[in-house]
């Protein structure tokens, strides 16, 4: 994941600017296919320092 190492980075920018950090996942249905999901612990916990 590209800002799993940013995580400091994005906390002072957190605090120094009092913004709140917000993340999406689009799943985007192709020629009808059935779309899944799965979120590892590393992404669930990356996710977790976000807020």
């Known amino acids: 994941m590209p800002l799993q190492n940013k995580v400091s980075i994005i906390q002072e920018i ?12 689009v799943i985007i249905m192709e020629e009808g296919d059935t779309p899944s999901l799965y ?6 916990n990356f996710a977790s320092s976000m807020y």
């Open 39 to 44: 979120l590892d612990t590393g992404v669930i």
């Open 14 to 25: 957190k605090q120094t600017y009092s913004v709140v950090c917000k993340f999406f996942i």
